[in-house]
């Protein structure tokens, strides 16, 4: 199944790209696309718990993703 990633900020620079599409197996959770994404150019250096949106929903690391589903990695920000 294949579900996408929207990435923001330092980990779209770290990776190269600001959406990737990734074929999972069924069953894969957040944790599962943390991962893969982290393998990726220079994304290893991010956070291995950053803050996932799975459809405009804030989600954990153990949530099963489906098909279809859009799954965002939210950076950390800083203000001034």
Known sequence: MTV????????????????IEIDVESGATVSDIIERVRGMGDAS??????????????????HELRA??????IPPVAGG
């Open 68 to 73: 279809g589903d859009e799954v965002a990695l």
């Open 4 to 19: 996408t990633v929207l990435l923001f900020a330092s980990y779209a620079d770290a990776v190269g790209r600001s959406e």
């Open 45 to 62: 250096r991010l956070p291995a718990t950053p803050m996932v949106a799975v459809n405009e929903h804030y989600a954990s690391r153990d």
